[in-house]
């Protein structure tokens, strides 16, 4: 089917079509999501386990292995990795991409399951998530306030919270910081001792007493009747007088003749201070599949009306995730606005006609909204990707427009009609057009079937540039013939158009610009279609050098941020105390507001860690980026050293995930630990890195109780009924619930405070013998003052150690860094018999980033030459066409060193971007050079005559290309800084290969035809 000719002899019927798919666009677009990212799936799953009080070796033997030995036999596990601290385990189960996440979930928790029943039965129902970047927090909220400290948290957990829940798609929230109120029930160890009473005995008894039950019902002949045991604790009086024994069996004890009941607080697990001072956080989940502004405009909203409603309350709010999505659409949509508008100019300049320019520019609006269909129907989002893909297509959209176009214009140059020139024009590049745009889907298409997770990120991105170039192909081949048909014009240079009266002097000048710039290009193509040789080894000798020059970038996973945001972290020796810990604090938090780029600082106490989020003022606002402030800040910690200071990038996941991160592993712990100090040692050494951090921490000091065999036995005390009292005593144990005014507290039966130190008050405990008979703890016990690691962790059920750092913006990047460790492994440390290492986090992904990127790389080129060969039927051909990517390559690599620019996942988005955007030129070269050769003329006049008529829409194309990607390449605020290198690599790769493929794409043809001749003459003979 001819569309050009159904065009212009049906114009109403492809203008109705124009009408319908930007009707239908709209509608689209007003539908699509808004997020950040596109949707993620990691196939990765979590367990977390609470064992209240026990040590990181108690929970690295009790909880983590017994479930790590039943997670591993789980089909599809990749990795499994376990965290072991004071009190809790985390274990994280990763699988491979090909594993349906749904059944494997399923099978972790029937997993955990059964290993439930090998936990001690203080271990809390353990905790199963399936981790999505969708169920981060999209906004946090802080509040202060001059109530008591329970009171407050009651009214944040009961109002304010509640309030937020009931906010439209808001998901759950969560409280950090504060402490909920307690009924404590602290034990005498005298009062005890003396009614030979246990501790554990008054927790059994309490729990007992505390809770209804109901008694069953019976039917009636007209009703049926309930009956239930009330026993629920409703004062304080009635948890005293809950019996605990009876005294020779006559007079009973109650609970207040031990113990006191007062009210008190949860111990503290977590502080939270808003620019220094207390506060609380509430975290905003959003439900699945809803939007993020919306959901966080919302929240907001209803912010506003607390804040009148509760005027003695300070509401703020930090880390907004709608905030970071808007900077980040409007950042995209404020690079297309201003890549249409320089591409416009460009065509207008090229073409000097507005009626040419708006033909042209036609392309744009159609090509975006008939994506915004397609896009809908693919289930995507409006996010940083499908946006910054039309970013891309900007130049791309019109390409084949200004192709269709200049060459109807041409045929009007030519003298035939309006009618005549578009059929004939259209039909001419109508090969080259498809080829161009076919080469293009080669490279993209492949994208979309990238594995892991960067394949799900770029799958929209490369789906959405074919989608928008699919449209543009349809608008190339019908609208811009139809519209040139009958919107064309009359083509007279003796009556100029409008837009050349107003601007004829530069319309004139640049025509003249263009006439002498054609007549130097063939004088020159006819010198060098006569010394072809030289030419190929020029180009051979500039990409070799390209190849040197990329040896000099540096590599990274995610270019250098500069957002305006990071993260300040301290961890002070294990044991020191929590005020160590909050002096530490509040110097800290003095020190930062003391500078007039600081905006605001939330801060977190977890035991000896600090977690300090800090934001800048606006970019405007201060002189210096984002790391020269942490650098600054760095050096302002200095006499902090012992609480081990490092200022890294804000990480919204929360995995701490490090620009550099390395796991060691093994079975003999003491090896593993012993290697990884000595190659500790080494990183330290790398000026490249910043911060460097290790997982080994020094002891963390404990007690220990070691049970003595033979007076066990003599004696008559159960090991396990020993350690169950020493922990209610200690830890304490929480018996029952006590209501009231509708609110629900724990009741905690421990000892009174001063008497819970087991090392000061080791000879005054007792415990119970199996005939509840109480025995000194010295006697059947040994009790030894010791350390133990901080912090265990393990992976694929061994032990690890994990070493990171971050880089410096000035140093290498991680790719020198992973090289450099790897010679220290080779040649400085060789790794112990039993011992391995493999690099994690970031660092991970950047080494299977850039396979993955090879692979689509490989495959784009092999499917533009698939294509280039299907529509030339000819397997040589494509050949001089493709000779011109690594000509690209050239130009991209010297464009990031000049730059200073790192080889980051952007760049290399736009590497495969120019893989497919290189061919353009050379094929519309080629392919008129062919036309004319099937007339009969020679291969080097065929060149010559394919430069004078070609040369025109290659610069066109290319500049508008250019001129598309120019403010994706200068980075106008703080969001589109991080994508200045996909700009870089295509601008300097089109500029290379637009040059180099006018003399270097003709030289590289003579010789194949060369080639090819005499084996055409043998066939045709």
Known sequence: MNLAKLSIERPVFIACTVILISVVGIVSFGKLGVENFPDVSFPTIAVNVTYPGAAPNEIETLVSKPIEDELSTISGMKKIRSTCNEGSAVIVAEFSYDTDIGYAEQQIRDKVAFARKKLPSEVEEPVIRRFDPSDLPIISISMQSDMAENEFYDF???????????????????????????????????????????????????????????????????SDLNFRTINEYRNFEEIKNVPISFLNNEIPIPVGDVARVTTGSEDITSLAYWNGKPALFLLVYKQSGSNTVEVADAVKNRIESLKNEYPKVHFDYYNDSSKVVKDNVWDVEESIFIGIILTIVVVLFFLGSVRSTIITGLALPTSLLGSFILMYLAGFTINTMTLLAMSLAVGLLIDDAIVVRENIHRHREMGKDSKQAALDGTKEVTLAVLATTFAILAVFGPIGFIGGVMGQVLKPFGFTVCFALLISLYDALTIAPMMSAYFGGDHSEKQPGRIKKILSFPIVMFDRFQEKLTNLYVSTLKFTTKVPIIIVSLALFFFVSSIFISKMLKSEFIPTQDLGQFTITFELPPGASLEATKKINTEVNELLHSQKEIKLTAGFIKQ???????????????????????????????????????????????????????????????????????????????????????????????????????????????????????????????????????FEYDIRVRMLDEQRDLAKNYNQVKVPNINGFLVPLSYVSSGIASTGPATILRQNRTRAVEISADTDPNGRGSGFAMEELQRIVKEVLPLPEGVKLSFSGQTEDLESTGKNMGIALGLGVVFIYLVLASLYESFIIPISILVVIPLAMTGAFLGLYITGKAMDIYANIGMILLFGLATKNSILLIDFAKDLQKTGVDTVTALIEAGRARLRPILMTSIALIAGMLPVAIGLNEASKQRTTMGVTVIGGLISSTILTLYVIPAVYQYICKWIEPKKKIVTK
């Open 608 to 742: 000896n860690k600090i977690d300090i989020y800090v934001e800048l003022v606006s970019s405007k606002e201060r002189k210096i980026n984002t790391p020269q402030f942490k650098d600054y800040i760095r050096k302002k910690l200095i006499n902090y050293t012992f609480a081990k200071p490092i200022v890294k990038n804000f990480d919204p996941v929360g995995g701490g995930q490090r620009l550099f991160s390395f796991v060691i592993t093994g079975n003999n712990a003491e090896s593993v630990e012993t290697y990884s100090k000595q190659v500790f040692d080494e990183i330290k050494k790398m000026k490249d890195l910043t911060d460097p951090d290790i997982s080994l921490r020094d002891g963390a000091p404990e007690f220990k109780i070691i049970p003595k065999g033979d007076q066990i036995v003599k004696l008559g005390v159960n090991p396990q009924t020993m350690g169950k009292e020493l922990r209610t005593i200690v830890e304490g144990d929480k018996v029952a619930v006590f209501r009231e005014n509708n």
């Open 156 to 222: 944040a957990s009961e109002t304010i919270k509640q309030r937020l829940i009931s906010v439209n798609n808001v998901g759950s929230v969560d409280i950090i910081g504060g402490r909920k109120k307690e009924i404590w029930v602290e034990l005498d160890r005298n009062k005890l001792i003396s009614k030979n009473i246990a501790a554990s005995t008054v927790s059994q008894k309490i729990t007992t007493g505390g809770s209804n039950i109901p008694a069953g019902k019976i039917r009636g002949e007209r």
